[in-house]
């Protein structure tokens, strides 16, 4: 049985190396549905023109990554960072952007559950500005390698993080190249699919030891296809965004990477 996939967008983190010209340049060439934008290309491009540009390309935009992190161990850095988030949440509504992905941040030195209660009190700042602009505010769990960013490394954690909080307005990044491993992945996704924000696409070889190093969907051993059904059975109807970076994907080229990675989350569905 063949099912139609999903929205889905293709990330400017995936095609890293190039510019935010060239990556709208080819993806309109390739036929990308939509974009997963990049704050990093958006400032090295110039914020105001940078979204002209995405704008103009007429695009739709899933996602916006990433902003923070909130130094939790700095007060005059966390509140600068929350100001800067209040910037991206309104360039996000600008581009029509479902979600912020926004790394709440990290003190290592810190108990867990101080860190949260410092996290949360930024993270519920923003939740005002997010409801008025209708842009979700995605937190983003990351890998163990870096706990410099984030104090959530772990879906389960971050899922627990949001319920604390209890708005509407506040999400979680569902990164299957971090989150495939964890032992309440199943039930999460069965009974909390609400809470995520946007689905993060790429595959891992097992064996990698170093953070951030991906493969291309298909080529590597998480059980995508099994898992992204999952999401679907459970109701979620929201944005996947491929993002796949690494020795591997600059290896091939992103000119194939981006036409591949489309037809490889497609055959998912199939």
């Known amino acids: 049985m063949t099912a139609a996939a999903p929205r889905f967008s293709v990330s400017q983190v995936t095609t890293l190396g190039w510019t935010l010209e060239q990556d709208l340049e080819a993806y309109v060439a390739a036929g990308v549905p939509a974009i997963g934008v990049s704050l990093l290309k958006l400032r090295n491009a110039g914020m105001a023109r940078g979204v002209r540009l995405i704008r103009e390309s007429g695009m739709p935009v899933s996602c916006v990554t990433s902003s923070g992190p909130i130094p939790l161990g700095d007060a005059a ?29 990290a003190a290592p030195g810190l108990p867990w559950d101080e860190a949260a209660r410092r996290a949360r009190e930024h993270v519920e700042a923003l939740c005002a500005d997010a409801r008025r602009l209708g842009v979700r505010v995605a937190l983003e769990p990351v890998s163990q390698l870096r706990m410099d960013l984030c104090f959530l490394q772990s879906f389960h954690d971050a899922l ?70 999952a999401l679907a059975a459970a109701g979620y109807g929201g944005w996947y965004d491929l993002e796949m970076l690494g020795p591997a994907i600059d290896a091939e080229g992103y000119a194939q990477v981006v036409p591949r990675a489309m037809a490889r989350f497609r055959e998912l569905w199939t």
């Open 160 to 229: 627990d993080f949001a319920d604390d909080i209890g708005a509407p307005e506040v999400g979680v990044v569902l990164e299957l190249n971090n989150a495939w491993i964890e032992r309440h992945l199943d039930a999460d996704i069965r009974t909390r699919t609400q809470r995520i924000a946007v689905v993060q696409v790429s595959d891992f070889k097992v064996g990698t030891l170093r953070a951030s190093e991906r493969v291309m969907i298909g080529d590597g051993d998480i059980p995508l296809r099994r898992l992204v059904h």
């Open 77 to 105: 850095g966390a509140e600068r960072a929350v100001g800067e988030a209040r910037e991206h949440l309104a360039v996000a509504a600008e581009l029509g952007a479902a979600c912020l992905m926004l790394l709440p941040g």
